[in-house]
């Protein structure tokens, strides 16, 4: 992480206090601070929004990095418990973060979403049976991810933040550690 003196970095997480000891420890130039939230929560995303707006009155940059992906069961199709608390986390809550957080950004000189997504997410790479992911059997999490990916392409189409990005994550790598190709189409 970068910061440099007068910058202010906001923590908003549901486990939070720990991450926030750990950052500060690094004795980073800026600040830091913490907001609690759950983003399965909308009275916690209004109040977390709430918050920094009347501490800091604008945000410049919203990462929505929170997400679930639990260890699929034997049963190739999710339940609908199953697909309700992925989605709520990884699709639902970051729809409501970004809403919630584009007002904050517009008062910024240099807004950006990021949303932390995944390759698991990509409907060709799940369609191509030589990628290294191909065959991971995690069917909640991929199709919350595509719905992820939709929302930033979405987003992005909007216009009323210059910015808006997908980050792909590679930690599901682990799942195949004797492959080493892969490929990274969306």
């Known amino acids: 992480m970068s910061s440099t003196a007068g910058q202010k970095i906001i923590f908003v997480t549901d486990k939070g206090n720990i991450a ?7 004795n980073h130039p800026g600040s830091a601070s913490l907001v609690q939230l759950d983003v399965t929560s909308d009275a916690s995303i209004t ?43 990884n699709v639902f809550g ?25 390759s698991l997410g990509s409907i060709s790479t799940r369609l191509n049976p030589d990628d290294i992911v191909a065959g991971a059997n995690y069917p909640a999490y991929r199709m919350s991810k595509a719905g992820l990916n939709m929302l930033t392409a979405y987003t ?23 492959r080493t190709s892969r490929s990274d189409s969306f």
């Open 47 to 89: 109040s977390a929004f709430s918050s920094i707006s009347k501490e800091f009155g604008r945000l410049d940059v919203l990462i929505n990095n929170a997400g679930i992906c639990p260890e699929p069961g034997p049963d190739p199709w999710p339940t609908r418990e199953e697909m309700q608390s992925i989605f709520d986390t």
């Open 20 to 26: 926030l000891e750990k950052i500060k420890s690094m």
């Open 156 to 178: 992005q189409t909007l216009g009323e933040v210059k910015g808006v990005k997908s980050v792909v994550s590679r930690s599901h790598i682990r799942i195949y550690p004797h």
């Open 94 to 118: 970051p729809t409501l973060m970004t809403q919630a957080a584009i007002p904050l950004l517009k008062t910024s000189s240099d807004p950006r979403i990021i949303n932390v997504t995944s």
